[in-house]
T-cell receptor, first 112, second 113 residues
């Protein structure tokens, strides 16, 4: 059974700092891995999707990497801003129906 | 472009009452549809998914059910709500082919009293 873990559960950093969020999964037979952002009381916004054949994806200040063999993914946020404050979730798709298994999330606070 | 709608946005219901939450997707055909629940301190849990009209798969045994009466409509129901049904319900869609990237709706906050 696939299990997804995110460390740390919470993170507080000063504005401008570069930071890394971690995601690990127990079964390396994945189809893709997706990173989401969730603001309080809101739905999820897709940030980046990495297919199993890819090593990384970039969007603006965000860079996500994937190492299937070790069961790990990282989300790198460059030059953090207060507007980046949110909960970040990673999710693994292991099959052909697109069902996602989510981690518990990392709640990020960027202080001005 | 594609959009996903959920209603109602918030709902307060007494224990034992029925439930109906609706999700619709615009701008795509034959999407895969998903219902998730996010309970306090428990993370996101997949409840149901559907790869086509009338095709529903349940992931977690419970007193909830799902239906897909039309291609782009997904309904979550209950005949009698329990306190443990409280949570944030999220509907999502994906194309079902290619990357399987999922897109989420704005959610419904359900409080069972």
């Amino acid at each position: 059974k696939q299990e997804v873990t995110q460390i740390p559960a919470a993170l507080s950093v000063p504005e401008g700092e570069n930071l890394v969020l971690n995601c690990s999964f127990t079964d390396s037979a994945i189809y893709n891995l997706q990173w989401f952002r969730q603001d309080p009381g809101k739905g999820l916004t897709s940030l980046l999707l990495i297919q199993s054949s890819q090593r990384e994806q970039t969007s603006g200040r965000l860079n996500a990497s994937l190492d299937k063999s070790s069961g790990r993914s990282t989300l790198y946020i460059a030059a953090s801003q207060p507007g980046d404050s949110a909960t970040y979730l990673c999710a693994v798709d292991s099959g052909n129906t697109g069902k996602l298994i989510f981690g518990q999330g990392t709640t990020l606070q960027v202080k001005p | 472009s594609q959009t996903i709608h959920q209603w109602p946005a918030t709902l307060v219901q007494p224990v034992g009452s029925p439930l109906s939450l609706e999700c619709t997707v615009e701008g795509t055909s034959n999407p895969n549809l998903y219902w998730y629940r996010q309970a306090a301190g428990r993370g996101l849990q997949l409840l149901f998914y559907s790869v086509g009209i009338g095709q529903i798969s349940s992931e977690v045994p419970q007193n909830l059910s799902a239906s897909r009466p039309q291609d782009r409509q997904f309904i979550l129901s209950s005949k009698k709500l329990l306190l443990s049904d409280s949570g944030f319900y999220l509907c999502a869609w994906s194309t079902g082919i290619g990357k399987h990237e999922q897109y989420f709706g704005p959610g419904t906050r359900l409080t069972v009293t």
